[in-house]
């Protein structure tokens, strides 16, 4: 089974996506199940895990009703107010819907880089390691210091760092991204996606070389068996196709890694980690 670990859909009406803006025209319209399933069918990705991109339960809600429509959809990653003291209810209640795997707070989009260490934030978090869900970091390279402190608190934690954290790839910079990857991995139930690093290149000029360091350092700090593709269509559309964001990885994986190594990225991986 191949399988999709990061992709969106949005209905712009809805009203509550953030970061539309024309600074991003291409994501300003609504992008469906509709729209995605002939990219799948031609890549031959069998099932995807759709995530949040507004921090509302409303949205959660919206994708969960998707969810239900569209059996591809293996599972959604929401939202919940983690630092509200409504969340342990609401874990509870949405913990028993079907399809509902697990949460994503917009780390990248909190003015407080240290939010994650609030205290009502991290018994969340206790919270969600001790029902075993899936908890996804979506972070910048400044984020991942608090990301290591966590981690030591809530060290059963079942997470996965999305994008590989948006190092600097434009820029060709890679430290201190490298070394806090290492530390981040470090922990055994944390998983990396390949995914998002397209749109953290040169929009108009990346080439899969400019991808390489960072896909190498990730392979090398966790390792084939917890490292997993993601398209993140279409936010991807920023600086390439589904084919282009797909194949990117494809081309740098090939000469890396055997046949079973590559099943489990583009599938075994996610499927373990998302308990499909």
């Known amino acids: 089974m191949r399988i999709d670990s990061h992709q969106h859909f949005w209905k712009a009406a809805r009203g509550d996506y953030h970061w539309m803006s024309p600074a991003v025209q291409v994501l300003c319209r609504d992008y469906l199940p509709a729209d995605l399933q002939p990219l799948l069918q031609k890549n031959k990705i069998d099932r995807t895990i759709l995530v949040q991109a507004a921090q509302t339960r409303a949205e959660t809600d919206f994708l969960l009703e998707l969810a239900a429509q569209h059996d591809f959809i293996a599972g959604v990653i929401g939202w919940l107010d983690m630092d509200s003291p409504n969340f342990p209810r609401e874990l ?47 972070t910048y390279t400044r984020h991942l210091p608090h990301v290591v402190t966590v981690l030591k608190s809530v060290p059963n934690l079942h997470a996965v760092v999305d994008h590989v954290s948006k190092p600097e790839i434009k820029n060709r ?24 690093m397209i749109t953290e290149a040169d929009l108009k000029a990346w080439t899969p070389a400019d991808l390489r360091p960072y896909v190498e350092h990730v392979l090398t700090a966790f390792g084939p068996d917890r490292v997993m593709f993601g398209s993140d269509w279409p936010v991807c559309l920023l600086a390439g196709s589904y084919d282009q964001a797909l194949g990117a ?21 996610a499927a373990r980690f998302y308990k499909l």
Not at 112 to 128: F, H, T
Not at 179 to 194: D, G, R
């Open 92 to 138: 509870e209640l949405y913990s028993k819907r079907p399809k509902f795997l697990g949460i994503r707070p917009m780390l990248q989009d909190i003015a407080d880089d240290q939010w994650i260490l609030r205290p009502r934030v991290v018994e969340s978090l206790g919270l969600v390691a001790e029902r075993g869900l899936p908890f996804e970091f979506l």
């Open 173 to 196: 910079k890679l430290d201190p991204w490298r070394s806090l990857m290492a530390q981040v991995a470090k922990h055994p139930n944390v998983y990396c996606k390949l995914s998002g």
């Open 249 to 269: 990885l494809e081309t740098l994986l090939k000469p890396r890694l055997n046949q079973r190594q590559k099943d489990a990225v583009f599938g075994g991986n």
